[in-house]
């Protein structure tokens, strides 16, 4: 079933949908284990989505904690990049960095991101420089920049790579968005899940 959405509304419900997906598509290609996603948006523009990512690994050294730290880092880092993606197929897909920026830092919401990447950020720097005067706040403010600048140019070469899939399931996830029937009420709500089964059908990655 599809229902075709106000022109409002299937705006904001594709940049949540690249949002999410970009979450999803370069979760996959860093090694972790998908699952579903799901997107809802209201009338007037309210929004919930989400991409189940399965964070347990195997963990054996010290490298292996490095490694994945920074692939979780950067599966945070693309769901900002990925919803800054034009949705017009005649259109360069280039992350737009000032705008992600401002995603991230919560001018447009994923501020959950922001503070995981934050709270990760320190952690592998403390792995990274362990011998590190805590004092040394220019130096560890150099470090943390040093390692995000780094990871932020590697999510944007996947995220840019992979944008054609990004964007295509993006648009798949809201065209088969529906209006929800509530009880007693007007229904204002559109929403969709598709199952990692649903998915894999529809773009094998």
Same mark, same amino acid.
């Given at each position: ?104 830092? &919560? %001018?447009?919401? +994923?501020? *959950? ?6 709270? /990760? ?5 403390? #792995? !990274? ?7 040394? &706040? %220019?130096?560890? +403010?150099? *470090? ?6 780094? /990871? ?5 070469? #996947? !995220? ?46």
């Amino acid at each position: 079933m599809t229902t075709k959405l106000p022109a409002a509304v299937r705006d904001r419900a594709l940049q949540i949908a690249h949002h999410e997906m970009g979450h999803y598509v370069v979760a996959h290609a860093l090694g972790f284990a998908t699952g579903g996603v799901t997107l809802t948006v209201t009338m007037d523009l309210r929004h919930q989505g989400g991409a189940c990512i399965t964070l347990v690994r195997p963990i054996s050294s010290i490298d292996a904690m490095k490694e994945h730290l920074e692939a979780r880092m950067m599966v945070l880092l693309a769901g900002a990049m990925a919803q800054t993606l034009p949705s017009k197929p005649s259109a360069a897909k280039r992350v737009d960095k000032p705008k992600a920026t401002a995603i991230l830092k &919560g %001018e447009q919401g +994923a501020e *959950q991101d922001y503070a995981k990447i934050r709270e /990760l950020q320190h952690l592998l720097r403390n #792995i !990274v420089y362990p011998d590190t005067d805590p004092a040394s &706040g %220019e130096r560890i +403010a150099a *470090q943390l920049k040093e390692m995000t600048d780094r /990871l932020w140019a590697q999510t944007q070469e #996947i !995220v840019e790579a992979l944008a054609e899939t990004i964007t295509e399931l993006g648009e798949t996830l809201v065209d088969r968005m529906v209006l929800v029937e509530q009880w007693g009420r007007p229904a204002d709500t559109y929403e969709i899940v598709l199952t990692r089964e649903m998915l894999e059908r529809l773009n094998p990655l």
